[in-house]
C-alpha cells in the first residue's frame, strides 16, 4: 500500500506548471489537495488531503525551473510528503497557447505511526498545453509520467483552470487522475516579474 500511496502525489503534483498574452512561468502556488484512492487497491477507499506549495521561475527565453513541496494525510495516520525539483520548456503553438515539457527530481516518503516508513527517490517526465483563453482565464492540461523504482510508477492526466483577478492573483482548480488515485486541488497562484 506504501508503494500506490507514494505515487498519489508524485503522478499529478508536478505536471500542473499562466498574464500578458501568453501564460507567464513566473508563479508561486499554494493550494488544498484532497486524494482519493481506488478501493481496489487495498481493498476499501482510503481518503486524505493536505496543501501543497510550488514555484515556477523562468531561467532564460523558454526554459523555466519548477520545485515544489506537498503533504498529504491519508485516513489510518498515514502521511505522505513530496519534493519535486525540475525544470522544463516551452514554446508558443499560438499567441496565447504554449506546449511545455518538464523532467523533474521526485522524492516521496509514505509513514504509518508505529510501521517503518517508505522513502523513494526517482522522476518524472511531463507534456502538456497552457492556453489563455481571455487576458483572464486559463485552461491546461498535461500527460506525466512518474517512477519512484520497485514497481511504483505509472502515467496521469491532469486539467486545470485559472481566473485572474489582478495582473499578480490568480485562484485554480485541477484535477489529477491515474488508474488508482484520484487528486482534486484549489488554490491561489501569485505572479512575479515580467
Do not use: C, H
Request: charged share 20%; aromatic share 16%.
Amino acid at each position: 500500500m506504501f508503494k500506490q500511496i507514494l505515487l498519489v502525489t508524485a503522478l499529478v503534483f508536478f505536471i500542473s506548471p499562466a498574464l500578458a498574452d501568453g501564460p507567464s512561468y513566473n508563479f508561486i502556488d499554494i493550494g488544498y489537495q484532497e486524494a482519493e484512492l481506488d478501493g481496489d487497491l487495498a481493498g476499501f477507499s482510503v481518503d486524505g488531503d493536505g496543501y501543497g506549495i510550488r514555484g515556477s521561475f523562468e531561467v532564460g527565453e523558454n526554459w523555466f525551473v519548477a520545485v515544489g513541496y506537498s503533504s498529504l494525510g491519508f485516513d489510518f495516520g498515514v502521511d505522505l510528503d513530496q519534493i519535486a525539483v525540475g525544470g522544463g520548456y516551452y514554446f508558443g503553438m499560438s499567441e496565447r497557447t504554449d506546449f511545455f515539457a518538464t523532467l523533474s527530481y521526485l522524492n516521496a516518503e509514505a509513514s504509518a505511526r508505529g510501521f517503518v516508513s517508505v522513502d523513494e527517490d526517482g522522476y518524472g517526465v511531463a507534456l502538456g498545453i497552457r492556453s489563455m483563453l481571455t487576458d483572464s482565464f486559463e485552461l491546461n492540461g498535461s500527460i506525466g509520467y512518474a517512477d519512484l523504482g520497485d514497481g511504483a510508477d505509472g502515467t496521469s492526466f491532469n486539467a486545470g483552470a485559472l481566473y485572474s483577478f489582478t495582473d499578480n492573483f490568480a485562484i485554480g482548480l485541477d484535477i489529477g487522475v491515474d488508474e488508482d488515485v484520484t487528486l482534486y486541488g484549489i488554490g491561489a497562484r501569485f505572479y512575479f516579474g515580467s
